[in-house]
């Protein structure tokens, strides 16, 4: 649901977690940034993007915004629109960005590409991360729960 509301847009959004509404407010600024990102300025942004991943292999988004001389907000923005082109992908392998935090990678995504699934990063009759959480509890009395409520 949209007003305008003075000079700012008031939004109201459905919080998925809690079924409750948020109502936030916009400022100016922000709608005006939105409206200046056009079709010709998006897609030159995908071009150097598609460009830089090209060159990289693989690379996280930070060294994508530095290679292609972008700001990193803008290149997070433009990933998620290129994979859901279908023009790269997550290769579920992650990065260090600046701040020590990791980040997924991303590739250029050719007609031949098998995509990698969760399970690639398990080796045959290896145990999952779950199983292994399932193996511990187990082994621990005082942390098995015979029902919700105890």
């Known amino acids: 649901m949209e007003q305008i509301f003075g000079k700012l847009k008031k939004n109201t959004y459905l919080n998925s977690l809690t079924n409750k509404t948020t109502t936030m407010q916009l400022p100016q600024t922000s709608h005006d940034a939105g409206k200046s990102m056009t079709k010709e300025l998006r897609e030159q942004h995908h071009a150097k993007i598609l460009k830089s991943i090209e060159a990289l292999g693989e690379a996280i988004y930070e060294v994508i915004a530095w290679h292609c001389g972008m700001e990193k907000h803008q290149v997070g923005r433009r990933l998620k629109e290129l994979v859901d082109a279908g023009k ?5 392998r992650t990065g260090i960005t600046a701040t020590g935090r990791k980040a997924n990678m991303f590739a250029i995504r050719k007609p031949d590409t098998v995509l990698p699934t969760p399970e690639h990063h398990y080796k045959e009759g290896e145990p999952t991360g779950a199983d ?15 029902s919700l409520f105890e």
């Open 88 to 92: 790269i992908y997550n290769t579920l």
């Open 132 to 146: 292994l959480a399932c193996m511990i509890i187990n082994k621990h009395e005082k942390l098995k729960q015979k």
